[in-house]
DNA sequence: TATTGCTTTAATGCATACATTGATGTGTGC
DNA sequence: GCACACATCAATGTATGCATTAAAGCAATA
């Protein structure tokens, strides 16, 4: 019996170029473009770039305007506060949960891995690797825990916070404490004490959403 | 300044008109019909129902199939598992977060009213007039609440949940107790009693959660 | 110059056409 | 009766056409 792979598609492919574009910033916050342009530009009719435009609607990603076309959702500090809040509620109970289950270093292991990829990028002084890891960190955990609308939710909240997180990267001390972080709550993870991790993870948020927005406060960042 | 009062197009009317087959469960769990199907039963072409199924199936309401048409999703315990534990994890928080405000008595009244329509909902035996009365206490807390994202989000679940509940509305005990929890957390958010807001209310999802999956699980209902 | 109204432009929303391809059914050989 | 190859059918995925209508540009007027 084979794994029935999902043949690449138009549709596919559009969303997930569009994602990535929009991911990285090369279509920034603010961008515009109808969609007659969008699908000359990806090399297909409107039809399935129409349908993936629906999609990444509906992820938050970007807003359709009619006649103007599809624009890239600004970065504002009220979105990451919301979505920060939404962190600081969900992950420390699936943390929580987990460590309930009192997992096995063997499937800690993604976890532990990701947390030396993290404390590795800083000793190398590089930032896109730290990032990287870290929400390595943050999806594995969600996987171990293993409640799929989670991790549904989780990552589309992910996608949204993750341009701010990259142009906000650059702009804050070295994230010691945020690494360090990833230490303990692993540490209690192994240790199987639910409550220690939840409020570890507890702390872990509102300090990431308080850095975050501080940052975006206050350097009133061309974010639209 | 007029508010743009979004016009009603057909792809608009098939999402609602879909999602409210489906919640109704005149297209019930399970249902499947092709494209061409749906879009003469809708007296429509085929694009804008695909756009609509397209939404849907991001809102976890119907799963696309190649080759089959849309499908219905069945109504299944994991998946209620799934949705009650996020209900768990976001609601008690909202509420402690909206305590923590010291909201005033008009600005609860839409839950106070909610609360005294569940309570006169039981009085007159109308279960479904009770199910509504208790969606609207939950949604309208989100509302005071007041983050846009987390209101989404749980709407989506509400959506998906409501299905299984109004199958189980009957299948169970009349909801006394949940109709008490609601009048206890009200009075604690009129208290502007953040920690027993907070605590009651996770033992309502509990308690609700518990219900629900043991009459899913006993009465091994029909639902795919 | 600012305002109003008209013309032009062009993007969307939807319908439709079509090629591809998986599913279904039939017939043949064993 | 069963398995397999093949022919048929039909649904999707995508492209394209078109009417509608908002937006933008422009002109005439105050």
Known sequence: MKTPIPK???????YEMLKDEIRSNRMPP?????????????????????????????????E???RRGARVLPIRAEDMQEIYEIFTSLEPDA???????NPTQAQ?????????AMERALDT??????AEADDQFHRHLLNLH??????????????????????????REVPLQ??????????????????RTRALFRRHRERAAFELLNILENYKLPLL
Chains 1, 2 share one sequence.
């Open 146 to 171: 293993g409640n799929r609308r989670l991790s549904g939710i989780l990552e589309t909240l992910y996608d949204q916070a993750h341009r701010a997180r990259m142009i906000t990267l650059r702009l």
């Open 95 to 101: 943390a929580a949960a987990l460590a309930r289950t």
């Open 125 to 130: 002084d590089d930032l896109d690797a730290w």
């Open 30 to 62: 603010g961008f515009q473009a109808p969609e007659p342009e969008i699908a000359a530009r990806l090399g297909m009719s409107r039809t399935p770039v129409r349908e993936a435009l629906i999609r990444l609607q509906a992820e938050g990603l970007v």
């Open 8 to 14: 690449p598609t138009r549709v596919a492919d559009a």
């Open 64 to 66: 359709l305007i009619p």
């Open 178 to 195: 945020s690494t360090q972080d990833h230490r303990d709550i692993l540490e209690a993870l192994k240790n199987g004490d639910a409550e």
């Open 108 to 116: 800690l292991q993604p976890l532990t891995d990701a947390t030396a």
